[in-house]
């Protein structure tokens, strides 16, 4: 089954349910799948966020306590 066929099959039988709570719950299910806040970000905080990922594998991290001595 094709993706558009697959979408209209979902679509006669989200048609067919009278539970208004099962529903919302879809309703939810649809709108939670469709924010995906990767994309939402720019190149650069993408970038950002690696960078730092890749330290914290390579264990270049910093302690809060350590954090807090440089600041006061």
Do not use: C
């Not at 006669?12 to 970000?41: G, H, P, Q, V, Y």
């Amino acid at each position: 089954m094709d993706n558009n066929t697959f979408k209209i099959e979902l679509v006669k039988l989200i048609l067919n349910i009278d539970n208004n709570n099962f529903i919302k719950r879809i309703t939810a299910l649809i709108n939670n799948e469709k924010s995906d806040f990767w994309k939402e970000l720019t190149k650069y905080e993408q970038a950002k966020i690696k960078k730092g990922i890749e330290q914290l594998d390579y264990i270049k991290r910093t302690s809060y306590k350590e954090i807090l001595k440089k600041i006061s």
